[in-house]
């Protein structure tokens, strides 16, 4: 089993997503992020419900890393309250697993 974790979080465009997702991945916080634009989101907030366009990022990090990784998202991101759901996959390439551990510091 690896160490590989990966995190989704919504941002209200593409331009931040890319913006701190490029900060992660040059700091080693993450391997990599793809970028899903067009995203639909529907939510509770403040006690009314919300629809807004958004972008969801999609992180590749590791278990070791995940709090530091946590710390900067929380701290670079616009959103009072982001979005980060980390899940551990049951199974990942053991290749694609390696260079994740490479790459993330």
């Not at 990966?6 to 209200?12: A, D, G, I, N, Q």
């Not at 900060?23 to 992020?33: G, S």
């Not at 899903?36 to 972008?55: F, M, N």
Request: with cysteine.
């Amino acid at each position: 089993m690896s160490d590989v974790l990966l995190v989704l979080c919504t941002f209200p465009d593409a331009d931040q997503a890319r913006q701190i997702g490029t900060v992660l991945v040059e700091k080693q916080l993450a391997a990599c992020v793809n970028l899903l634009p067009g995203v639909t989101s529907i939510y509770r907030w403040e006690g009314k419900i919300e629809e807004a366009g958004e972008t969801l990022a999609l992180f590749k990090t590791t278990q070791p890393a995940w709090v530091a990784f946590e710390k900067a998202l929380t701290e670079l991101h616009p959103y009072e309250v982001p979005e980060i759901v980390a899940l551990k996959p049951e199974a990942v390439a053991e290749a694609y697993a390696a260079w994740v551990m490479r790459e993330v510091g």
